[in-house]
């Protein structure tokens, strides 16, 4: 029972040491409790609250107050505390004042902060460019113009815009715009389709009442599309087409009441004419009334009413429809009317012009009436030679041929005219071609144009007067001339372009040279190809021969070039694909995968400097690199997220053993504590790591349970040891007692007596028991009956070894022996250490070693079983040192 006496000599002594030793490495570190505090909590004081409990006492009590959480911040001492109080922090001055205070001292709150802050920035930005987004709807549905390319661009900076605040607001104006956009659709639809609809009024065949009533519609319509708020959205060129068809139509019109009219007042004339009796009309009078009316309109009821009149001429009496006098030439208003008195004259001819010349006739007034004024002067001009050779014309041929020579002279003098006027307004606008800024191009087509036109109406009009033409050629020379500087400047750079495509051809043919002598490098042949090809494209025009000459020469000399180029990228290319594979052949489980990687990645940036390919195949093979090295990197950080989440779980399973041990050290037992202690050091070790961050926080909170748990023991042993020490002390003094009785044949004992003062006396535990009850037993059988003389001369002879053991342990135990025995405890101590140098040389170990606990508790059960006389002094001296070894729990 009494190996309590000697445990921290042996194998619970080196676990209760490591552990005391850490308990006093962690109490001597900053903010850990002292030595003091230590001592006091385990003589059962309460200690008082150490710096970190009381900070985070104060973090308890922030409840969200930011103010405050900075405050605490800037005074707390540990980085844990400080890290939970960041999380209250959000608004942008303390976020700032926090960052900067811990920028160089705590990292983990600094980059909490700036997280945050960048946050702000962000969404300030955000905001900003909403802001703009919406300033510009605003401007867009305050402008005249929309156009959808306008909203579309607006849709496209909303859509890269985060800011749900100006949501609501944007949503607003953009259904505004939405609108506006639909309201210029419908606008547009329908200006195309009122255009539509008045292009058909053409050919419609409608009267002129009809007509004019759909023609006012679509024009008031037109009128109120002009005025509404998105006509600025209507196309100019539409706006332009409805304008001149409505011009069109309004002449047709016009043209169409004026025949309707003509026909109205001649269907009056025969009307009253038919109605007077046929002698009371004169043929003469009737064709001049009949000519002095509004011109017949060129079709069907036009012809019916000039059959009509010519009826009338022919029911006439013959004297009445032939007079003295020469027919009067025709008007211009009747040429629809000639026709019928062509058919006329030819049906009542027995004699006069043969059939060519009325062919003729025919065919001159067919020109006339489609306008041809030059095929008319043609035909006019063969009929004049027919008929100087003697042909005589009736009066009615006579009278249809007066009347288109008549009209021949008019269109002429009437063309002429128009010429003249159509050449002056040729030369102004030929004169105004030099105010405009128009393209070289378009002045160009403009001036050939203009004397394409000019040349028209020479064929048309006849030749122009000299002075006309003067003016006309010197205002077009003036108009073209910056035409023609543009052009010869453009020959030039023409001229330039070959030049410089020449010099591309020379640098080439150099470089093919230089490939040719071997001193290649194909980074420099690469970027030299690459160069000239873009200089190339960037050559400009060129003329036709000249362009297609150097063409061929460049594409030859690109094909030099480019054949070794492309071998020598094919190997770049092999070379790429190799990294490229053994990229992902890298384990990303491997901790050297990462430096791997890294010289893979290297060796790509060498070669893509030593040899870049081109842009599509570089750019395909570095995604396919990046996206190996992005799989490593995936693969390492879910191995990382694994790592951690095992980690937690370690973390899990060791706080659990801490608050196993922390709620058994105060039931602990000696008995119990060591396997405790043995089991949990197993199983720690077990476990596995925990996260870095709480590492330190968990080590110390299993120490400390450690600690507890074997400050615990270490109290029940020493109290157990004291109460031990104490029983063996009076079961000793008993036996001694009974041995001086033994000693002293004057002394009066009662065998009775000892026993029942023995059996007073609490049972020994660990063996002591045995050894104390032997020495009793056999001192009581000396005293019955036994050999008492005997066993009074042994306990007298045992003195000396007795003293001798005593002091042997006294030396071993510290104890100081008093001056009386210096001598002899000097001389044991020499003899001791011989002994263990002896002994250290046998077995090649240090003699301490040997000395464990269990040679201690031998001897001392040896010294505790010797029956011995033995003075108060030796008395004193065994009981200091039990008291010893109890109070040092050996």
Same mark, same amino acid.
């Given at each position: 029972?009494?190996?309590?006496?000697?445990?921290?000599?042996? &194998? /619970?002594?080196?676990?209760?040491?490591?552990?005391?030793?850490?308990?006093? &490495?962690?109490?001597?570190?900053?903010?850990?409790?002292?030595?003091?505090?230590?001592?006091?909590?385990?003589?059962?004081?309460?200690?008082?609250?150490?710096?970190?409990?009381?900070?985070?006492?104060?973090? +308890?009590?922030?409840?969200?107050?930011?103010?405050?959480?900075?405050?605490?911040?800037?005074?707390?001492?540990?980085?844990?505390?400080?890290?939970?109080?960041?999380?209250?922090?959000? +608004? =942008?001055?303390?976020?700032?004042?926090?960052?900067?205070?811990? $920028?160089?001292?705590?990292?983990?709150?600094?980059?909490?902060?700036?997280?945050?802050?960048?946050?702000?920035?962000?969404?300030?930005?955000?905001?900003?460019?909403?802001?703009?987004?919406?300033?510009?709807?605003?401007?867009?549905?305050?402008?005249?113009?929309?156009?959808?390319?306008?909203?579309?661009?607006?849709? =496209?900076?909303?859509?890269?815009?985060?800011?749900?605040?100006?949501?609501?607001?944007?949503?607003?104006?953009?259904?505004?715009?939405?609108?506006?956009?639909?309201?210029?659709?419908?606008?547009?639809?329908?200006?195309?389709?009122?255009?539509?609809?008045?292009?058909?009024?053409?050919?419609?065949?409608?009267?002129?009442?009809?007509?004019?009533?759909? *023609?006012?519609?679509?024009?008031?319509?037109?009128?109120?599309?002009?005025?509404?708020?998105?006509?600025?959205?209507?196309?100019?060129?539409?706006?332009?087409?409805?304008?001149?068809?409505?011009?069109?139509?309004?002449?047709?019109?016009?043209?169409?009441?004026?025949?309707?009219?003509?026909?109205?007042?001649?269907?009056?004339?025969?009307?009253?004419?038919?109605?007077?009796?046929?002698?009371?009309?004169?043929?003469?009078?009737?064709?001049?009334?009949?000519?002095?009316?509004?011109?017949?309109?060129?079709?069907?009821?036009?012809?019916?009413?000039?059959?009509?009149?010519?009826?009338?001429?022919?029911?006439?009496?013959?004297?009445?429809?032939?007079?003295?006098?020469?027919?009067?030439?025709?008007?211009?208003?009747?040429?629809?009317?000639?026709?019928?008195?062509?058919?006329?004259?030819?049906?009542?001819?027995?004699?006069?012009? /043969?059939?060519?010349?009325? &062919?003729?006739?025919?065919?001159?007034?067919?020109?006339?009436?489609?306008?041809?004024?030059?095929?008319?002067?043609?035909?006019?001009?063969?009929?004049?030679?027919?008929?100087?050779?003697?042909?005589?014309?009736?009066?009615?041929?006579?009278?249809?041929?007066? !009347?288109?020579?008549?009209?021949?002279?008019?269109?002429?003098?009437?063309?002429?005219?128009?010429?003249?006027?159509?050449?002056?307004?040729?030369?102004?606008?030929?004169?105004?071609?030099?105010?405009?800024?128009?393209?070289?191009?378009?002045?160009?087509?403009?001036?050939?144009?203009?004397?394409?036109?000019?040349?028209?109406?020479?064929?048309?009009?006849?030749?122009?007067?000299?002075?006309?033409?003067?003016?006309?050629?010197?205002?077009?020379?003036?108009?073209?001339?910056?035409?023609?500087?543009?052009?010869?400047?453009?020959?030039?750079?023409?001229?330039?372009?070959?030049?410089?495509?020449?010099?591309?051809?020379?640098?080439?043919?150099?470089?093919?040279? #230089?490939?040719?002598?071997?001193?290649?490098?194909?980074?420099?042949?690469?970027?030299?190809?690459?160069?000239?090809?873009?200089?190339?494209?960037?050559?400009?025009?060129?003329?036709?021969?000249?362009?297609?000459?150097?063409?061929?020469?460049?594409?030859?000399?690109?094909?030099?070039?480019?054949?070794?180029?492309? @071998?020598?990228?094919?190997?770049?290319?092999?070379?790429?694909?190799?990294?490229?594979?053994?990229?992902?052949?890298?384990?990303?489980?491997?901790?050297?995968?990462?430096? @791997?990687? %890294?010289?893979?990645?290297?060796?790509?940036?060498? !070669?893509?400097?030593? *040899?870049?390919?081109?842009?599509?195949?570089?750019?395909?093979?570095?995604?396919?690199?990046?996206?190996?090295?992005?799989?490593?990197?995936?693969?390492?950080?879910? !191995?990382?997220?694994?790592?951690?989440?095992?980690? =937690?779980?370690?973390?899990?399973?060791?706080?659990?053993?801490?608050?196993?041990?922390?709620?058994?050290?105060?039931?602990?037992?000696?008995?119990?504590? &060591?396997?405790?202690?043995?089991?949990?050091?197993?199983?720690?070790?077990?476990?596995?790591?925990?996260?870095?961050?709480?590492?330190? %926080?968990?080590?110390?909170?299993?120490?400390?349970?450690?600690?507890?748990?074997?400050?615990?023991?270490?109290?029940?042993?020493?109290?157990?040891?004291?109460?031990?020490?104490?029983?063996? =002390?009076?079961?000793?003094?008993?036996?001694?007692?009974?041995?001086?009785?033994?000693?002293?044949?004057?002394?009066?004992?009662?065998?009775?007596?000892? %026993?029942?003062?023995?059996?007073?006396?609490?049972?020994?535990?660990?063996?002591?028991?045995?050894?104390?009850?032997?020495?009793?037993?056999?001192?009581?059988?000396?005293?019955?009956?036994?050999?008492?003389?005997?066993?009074?001369?042994?306990?007298?002879?045992?003195?000396? #070894?007795?003293?001798?053991?005593?002091?042997?342990?006294?030396?071993?135990?510290?104890?100081?022996?008093?001056?009386?025995?210096?001598?002899?405890?000097?001389?044991?101590?020499?003899?001791?250490?011989?002994?263990?140098?002896?002994?250290?040389?046998?077995?090649?170990?240090?003699?301490?070693?040997?000395?464990?606990?269990?040679?201690?508790?031998?001897?001392?059960?040896?010294?505790?079983?010797?029956?011995?006389?033995?003075?108060? %002094?030796?008395?004193?001296?065994?009981?200091?040192?039990?008291? #010893?070894?109890?109070?040092?729990? $050996?």
């Amino acid at each position: 029972m009494f190996e309590f006496l000697f445990k921290r000599q042996g &194998g /619970d002594k080196a676990a209760a040491g490591a552990a005391g030793k850490e308990a006093q &490495g962690r109490s001597s570190q900053p903010g850990q409790p002292a030595r003091n505090e230590r001592a006091s909590s385990a003589a059962g004081v309460p200690a008082a609250p150490t710096p970190r409990e009381q900070q985070a006492e104060q973090l +308890s009590h922030l409840n969200g107050d930011e103010a405050a959480a900075v405050a605490f911040i800037l005074s707390c001492d540990f980085s844990e505390l400080r890290l939970a109080a960041a999380e209250l922090i959000h +608004s =942008r001055p303390q976020l700032e004042q926090v960052h900067t205070a811990m $920028r160089n001292l705590d990292r983990r709150v600094a980059k909490l902060m700036q997280s945050r802050l960048d946050a702000i920035r962000h969404h300030e930005s955000e905001l900003r460019r909403g802001q703009e987004a919406l300033v510009q709807a605003r401007a867009l549905l305050d402008d005249a113009l929309l156009t959808p390319n306008h909203v579309a661009e607006l849709d =496209r900076k909303w859509a890269l815009t985060v800011a749900p605040e100006l949501a609501a607001q944007f949503d607003a104006v953009r259904a505004q715009l939405g609108q506006r956009l639909e309201q210029q659709v419908q606008l547009q639809r329908a200006m195309i389709d009122r255009l539509a609809a008045l292009r058909q009024l053409g050919s419609s065949g409608l009267d002129a009442t009809a007509l004019g009533e759909r *023609l006012a519609t679509l024009s008031r319509e037109q009128a109120e599309a002009l005025v509404a708020p998105g006509h600025p959205a209507l196309p100019r060129s539409l706006v332009a087409d409805f304008a001149a068809e409505q011009a069109r139509i309004g002449a047709s019109l016009a043209t169409l009441e004026q025949d309707q009219a003509a026909c109205v007042a001649r269907e009056a004339a025969l009307a009253q004419w038919q109605a007077q009796a046929a002698a009371e009309l004169q043929a003469d009078s009737l064709r001049k009334q009949w000519q002095r009316l509004p011109a017949l309109p060129s079709n069907p009821l036009g012809a019916q009413l000039q059959d009509r009149f010519d009826a009338l001429l022919a029911s006439l009496p013959h004297d009445h429809r032939e007079s003295r006098q020469e027919p009067a030439p025709p008007s211009a208003d009747s040429q629809h009317a000639h026709k019928s008195a062509r058919k006329q004259g030819q049906a009542a001819q027995a004699k006069g012009a /043969d059939q060519d010349f009325l &062919g003729r006739l025919d065919a001159m007034e067919a020109a006339l009436e489609q306008g041809s004024l030059g095929m008319a002067a043609e035909l006019d001009k063969s009929l004049k030679d027919s008929k100087d050779k003697g042909l005589r014309l009736t009066p009615a041929q006579a009278d249809r041929l007066a !009347h288109a020579r008549a009209e021949l002279k008019r269109l002429s003098d009437w063309a002429r005219w128009g010429g003249n006027v159509s050449r002056e307004e040729l030369i102004k606008a030929v004169e105004t071609l030099a105010t405009e800024q128009l393209a070289m191009s378009e002045l160009a087509k403009k001036v050939g144009s203009m004397r394409e036109r000019w040349k028209a109406l020479d064929g048309l009009s006849g030749p122009a007067p000299r002075s006309l033409w003067e003016r006309f050629d010197a205002a077009c020379t003036i108009a073209y001339a910056p035409a023609a500087a543009h052009f010869r400047h453009l020959a030039d750079e023409r001229h330039a372009n070959a030049a410089r495509g020449q010099a591309l051809i020379d640098e080439a043919q150099g470089e093919i040279a #230089r490939l040719a002598s071997g001193a290649a490098d194909w980074k420099h042949v690469s970027g030299t190809v690459q160069n000239l090809r873009s200089a190339w494209s960037h050559l400009g025009p060129i003329d036709r021969k000249e362009k297609k000459r150097l063409d061929s020469l460049f594409s030859e000399a690109m094909s030099t070039l480019q054949g070794p180029l492309e @071998q020598q990228r094919e190997q770049a290319m092999q070379v790429r694909e190799q990294l490229i594979e053994e990229a992902l052949a890298l384990d990303p489980h491997k901790r050297q995968a990462l430096d @791997q990687l %890294r010289e893979l990645q290297h060796r790509w940036q060498e !070669h893509a400097r030593a *040899l870049p390919l081109e842009r599509k195949v570089e750019q395909a093979l570095w995604q396919r690199f990046r996206a190996a090295c992005d799989a490593l990197f995936a693969g390492r950080k879910e !191995h990382a997220h694994a790592a951690d989440h095992e980690r =937690r779980e370690h973390e899990t399973a060791k706080e659990a053993l801490c608050a196993r041990l922390e709620a058994a050290a105060p039931e602990v037992t000696p008995a119990s504590a &060591g396997k405790l202690l043995r089991e949990a050091a197993a199983e720690w070790h077990a476990i596995g790591p925990v996260p870095r961050a709480h590492e330190a %926080r968990i080590d110390k909170r299993y120490h400390a349970a450690v600690a507890a748990v074997q400050h615990q023991a270490d109290v029940a042993r020493r109290a157990a040891g004291l109460v031990l020490a104490g029983t063996v =002390r009076d079961k000793l003094r008993l036996t001694q007692a009974l041995e001086t009785a033994l000693a002293n044949p004057e002394a009066l004992t009662n065998t009775a007596d000892w %026993r029942a003062r023995w059996d007073a006396l609490l049972p020994l535990e660990d063996g002591f028991e045995a050894i104390m009850r032997t020495r009793f037993d056999a001192a009581l059988d000396a005293l019955d009956g036994g050999d008492r003389l005997g066993y009074a001369r042994t306990l007298e002879a045992n003195r000396e #070894r007795l003293l001798h053991d005593l002091l042997r342990l006294e030396i071993a135990a510290g104890i100081d022996s008093g001056a009386e025995f210096a001598r002899e405890r000097l001389k044991l101590q020499v003899e001791v250490l011989q002994d263990s140098l002896k002994s250290g040389h046998q077995s090649g170990q240090p003699a301490q070693r040997k000395a464990g606990p269990g040679a201690h508790l031998a001897a001392l059960r040896e010294l505790l079983a010797l029956p011995a006389l033995a003075d108060a %002094r030796t008395e004193a001296r065994i009981e200091q040192l039990l008291l #010893r070894q109890a109070k040092e729990g $050996r």
